[in-house]
T-cell receptor, first 111, second 114 residues
């Protein structure tokens, strides 16, 4: 089992560019999450999907969109990247809300 | 909204020492989790706690769910160099919907004493 995988591992964007971060899990979990991690801020929830076909906003959703493509995959899209979106992005999955399992992260820099 | 206060923010360890850290909240939580994050990696789940007063061990790590349901503690006994990293607590609130999602502390960074 690979667990939770994320692509790409690193990305540099110019302000205004768009991109999609990909996440997949092979644990047959119902719920999936996107977090961002900034120095001194801990992990903050961007969006989550409690089950296939549903998505909801988390604490910091502005500037992002998500798609729960199927039970395995949950993507995060930045339509017009801003320097404030420079961060490390983590995808996670869980069977219930608790015991979330994280991917290795995507390190994004917006210049 | 719900917030977690994690302390200490950072600490230095010498091999063989015991280490303690804790998380407190102003509101009640149903579940407490402890994660460890190594540099360049995602957080890895160490221990999950589901009942007030619960004490759970995972090797040299022991965590407790506080009786008041507003705090949790993590102890590492006889620390070794590979214990360095950032430890995060996370709690699940008592409310449903989006307010039932995990809230994360800001982390305790463990480093080796120079």
């Amino acid at each position: 089992n690979a667990g939770v995988t994320q692509t790409p591992k690193f990305q540099v964007l110019k302000t205004g560019q768009s991109m999609t971060l990909q996440c997949a899990q092979d644990m047959n979990h119902n719920s999936m999450y996107w977090y961002r991690q900034d120095p001194g801020m801990g992990l903050r929830l961007i969006y989550y999907s409690a089950s296939e076909g549903t998505t909801d906003k988390g604490e910091v959703p502005n500037g992002y969109n998500v798609s729960r493509l199927n039970k395995r995959e949950f993507s995060l899209r930045l339509e017009s990247a801003a320097p404030s979106q420079t961060s490390v992005y983590f995808c996670a999955s869980s069977e219930a809300v608790t015991e979330q399992y994280f991917g290795p992260g995507t390190r994004l820099t917006v210049t | 909204g719900q917030q977690l206060n994690q302390s200490p923010q950072s600490m230095f360890i010498q091999e063989g020492e015991d280490v303690s850290m804790n998380c407190t909240s102003s509101s009640i939580f149903n579940t407490w989790l402890w994660y460890k994050q190594d540099p360049g990696e995602g957080p890895v789940l160490l221990i999950a706690l589901y009942k007030a007063g619960e004490l759970t061990s995972n090797g040299r790590l022991t965590a407790q769910f506080g009786i008041t349901r507003k705090d949790s503690f993590l102890n590492i006994s006889a620390s070794i160099p590979s214990d360095v990293g950032i430890y995060f607590c996370a709690g699940q609130g008592i409310y449903g919907g989006s307010q039932g999602n995990l809230i994360f502390g800001k982390g305790t960074k463990l480093s080796v004493k120079p």
